[in-house]
């Protein structure tokens, strides 16, 4: 167990909407990673929260939206939903000054 | 940019077997490497990690050198179980609080 949490675990909805996805990090860390992993994509960094400031953008989609709030647990915003947006979405923390990143345990997102 | 570029797989191999996954990497800078582990249905776990040319990263048996002149970051364990087989993946990040760059992940299956 990393100390990242997820919610929900999975996710089905249909083209057009739009879902949220949480993440808490481990206790203490302030920076919170977001990615994505698809199958003909791997795994892509989407964005970056330190301690409530967006630090860093990645391959997000101008429909994706991320907020870290003052308890430093984030959310990411996943609107007008396509099908190629099916993917597994992980959730990242780390400690400031270090490298390494913890995961959590992914939110899997279907859209039909 | 920066990127990692890893063999791919599936790499299958019996119980007790020697095990070697390259990862090469392309980097700016002097980055730290690392490898992750997903085990089926589950995030990625942090196996170890190597933060300067020479370093040895190990654990759990595993054990992947920093050859700066050769810009690889290769994973080896000498006798494999059945419990390794999961997704191994190379990524390097150039700075602490940066992104990780992920190579594209090497399938293991070992068969008892």
């Known amino acids: 167990d990393s100390g990242v949490t997820q919610t929900p675990k999975h996710l089905i909805t249909a083209t057009g909407q739009r879902v949220t996805l949480r993440c808490s990090p481990r206790s203490g860390d302030l920076s919170v990673y977001w990615y994505q992993q698809s199958l003909d994509q791997g795994l892509q960094f989407l964005i970056q929260?330190?301690?409530?400031?967006?630090?860093a953008k990645g391959n997000i989609l101008e429909r994706f939206s991320a907020q870290q709030f003052p308890d430093l647990h984030s959310e990411l915003n996943l609107s007008s939903l396509e099908l190629g947006d099916s993917a597994l979405y992980f959730c990242?923390?780390?400690?400031?000054?270090?490298?390494?990143?913890?995961f959590g345990p992914g939110t899997r997102l279907t859209v039909t | 940019g920066n990127s990692v570029t890893q063999m791919e797989g599936p790499v299958t191999l019996s119980e007790e077997a020697f095990l070697t996954i390259n990862c090469t990497y392309t980097a700016t800078g002097y980055p730290s490497l690392f490898w992750y582990v997903q085990y089926p249905g589950e995030g990625l776990q942090l196996l170890l990690k190597?933060?300067?040319?020479?370093d040895k990263g190990s654990n759990k048996g595993f054990e992947a050198t920093y050859r700066k002149e050769t810009t690889s970051f290769h994973l080896e364990k000498g006798s494999v179980q059945v419990s390794d087989s999961a997704v191994y993946f190379c990524?390097?990040?150039?700075?602490?609080?940066?992104?990780?760059?992920f190579g594209g992940g090497t399938r293991l299956m070992v068969k008892p």
């Open positions: 990242a923390s780390s400690v400031a000054g270090r490298g390494e990143q913890y």
């Open positions: 929260y330190y301690n409530g400031e967006e630090r």
């Open positions: 990524a390097l990040i150039l700075n602490a609080g940066n992104m990780l760059t």
């Open positions: 190597a933060t300067k040319a020479d």
